[in-house]
């Protein structure tokens, strides 16, 4: 099975931590926070206005 590296930010200490996706139970090993954010590229939005 192929491994899927992806990126997330702890809520905590703010560091970029990659894990692979098929993880169960993420801890973040510089504060040992468990909440993270998924990072997401920073693309601007277009919406039609109506």
Request: glycine share 4%; proline share 6%.
């Amino acid at each position: 099975m192929e491994e899927k590296k992806v990126e997330y930010r702890c809520w905590n200490c703010k560091k970029i931590l990659t894990f692979d996706v098929s993880t169960i139970g993420l801890i973040c090993p510089y504060c040992g926070s468990r909440i993270f954010y998924k990072i997401r590229p920073s693309m601007p939005r277009h919406v039609k206005a109506k």
